[in-house]
């Protein structure tokens, strides 16, 4: 489909979902009529930008199921958030919703490279989570054999990579790493699998990333991209022929990139945070729901009709602001990539010694390298830190293996640590 016909669709469909969602969500009749507009407003796209954001909070208010369109014996499915930092954030899906996605998350993965016959490891987690059953649908839609291991039990994931002889595999960047690190440890040459291509997303991850995952277990490494809120894994995929930012599914989704301060719409081209309105959702529809994703929009290339996002970033609810200088963790794994004697195995810490707040970034050397031909290394990731984000930086060189792993999103950020208060 040619870019305009995209905006058509859009537009017919977003004039559709804005009343859809007016007529059938209680929050969003109190928040339209609270803002002063009403569906009959929006007569072109650029008239979406007068109707209030969805946030994650707006879900957390209305839990569990307050913002339901259809009655629950019309809802399939349940997935819902960890709740880790308040309540669970819950989404439904109806029949109609689950095959959408399941289409979706096949044409992403078609999009990777995964060509259909082939098998597929599926190590993105299963449960409420959205990633693992997202994959799986997809995969199988597709026409892929899916071996649905789920995340953990790494040595498990090796043998069957080893007995199956997956083509693909899916799971984050870093568990992909994790499993990396486990084969060599066992003395498994990484290189040398049937693993082809590697459909990666759930968390952010940089370019240099994808060289080190490419590089360390030859694969064809690719994006996906999707939350929870929104539908989960499909809302966008990325070409393994262009490797340049995921397409975006604009027949079922309208994108935004909005100033995360001002919440003024920014054009095409500016980085911002991703806000996305859904417009085939028959469960949960969404409307302008902030994603927190930093991240900007450009042109389609593998798909011309279809805008792409540049990587994300970091998350604008995940900035760390040092002594007020904006800090996100991707920016040091970026840098850390190319310092040949580190590895991308990082923790940040914010501690408090005194009045002033400190950074502290502990990070493993690779095992090729001794470990007192590390403290230049170190010594240049600080001063390249400063140079590139304008933060003194104290840099810890840990010893291979010794930071904590994880089965699936890796998280790098400590939790603030002021001693004055114990």
Not at 117 to 140: C, K, M, R, S, W
Not at 170 to 194: E, F, N, R
Request: net charge negative; hydrophobic share 35%; glycine share 8%.
């Amino acid at each position: 489909m040619s870019r305009d016909e995209i905006e058509a669709l859009q537009l017919q469909r977003l004039k559709d979902t804005v009343q859809y969602a007016y007529d059938r969500v209680p929050m969003y009749t109190k928040k339209f009529d609270d803002a002063g507009v009403h569906p009959s407003d929006l007569k072109e796209l650029a008239d979406l930008a007068k109707f209030p954001y969805t946030t994650k909070e707006d879900l957390r208010q209305t839990y569990p199921f307050g913002m339901f369109a259809v009655p629950m014996e019309q809802v399939s499915r349940i997935h819902a958030s960890s709740g880790t930092t308040g309540k669970a954030t819950v989404v439904g899906y109806t029949e109609r919703d689950l095959d959408e996605w399941a289409k979706m998350v096949a044409r992403s993965m078609r999009l990777s490279g995964v060509k259909p016959g082939t098998i597929v490891h599926n190590a993105y987690g299963y449960g409420l989570f959205t990633g693992g059953q997202g994959a799986h649908a997809g995969a199988e839609r597709l026409g892929c054999t899916v071996v649905p291991i789920s995340g953990g039990q790494t040595e498990r994931q090796i043998q069957l990579i080893q007995d199956f002889g997956p083509e693909t595999i899916m799971c984050t960047p870093t568990y992909l790493l994790t499993i990396h690190d486990a084969m060599v440890a066992a003395g498994i040459d990484p290189t040398k699998t049937s693993l082809k291509t590697a459909v990666l997303g759930a968390e952010p991850w940089t370019a240099e990333m994808r060289h080190e995952l490419e590089t360390k277990m030859n694969v064809n490494a690719c994006d996906i991209y999707g939350l929870s809120e929104v539908m989960g894994p499909g809302v966008a995929g990325e070409s393994c022929e262009t490797k340049d930012g995921s397409h975006i599914w604009e027949d079922h989704f309208r994108p935004e990139i909005i100033d995360p301060f001002s919440d003024k719409v920014l054009p095409d081209g500016e980085h911002g945070e991703l806000v996305f309105t859904s417009l085939t959702k028959q469960a949960l529809p969404v409307i302008r729901y902030r994603t927190h994703d930093l991240t900007r929009l450009l042109p389609g290339t593998a798909r011309e009709g279809m805008r792409r996002m540049g990587r994300i970033t970091g998350r604008s609810d995940d900035m760390i602001i040092l002594r007020g200088v904006n800090l996100f963790p991707t920016q040091v794994e970026e840098i850390a990539l190319k310092i040949p004697e580190l590895s991308p195995h990082f923790q940040l810490e914010i501690s408090r010694p005194d009045r002033m707040d400190e950074l502290t970034v502990k990070i493993e050397r690779r095992e090729e390298f001794p470990a007192d031909a590390c403290a230049n290394a170190g010594r240049e990731l600080g001063e390249q830190i400063k140079i590139h984000i304008g933060s003194s930086a104290r840099i810890e060189v840990a010893e291979p293996g010794t930071l904590a792993r994880s089965s699936g999103k890796l998280r790098r950020i400590y939790d603030l640590r002021d001693k004055e208060q114990g």
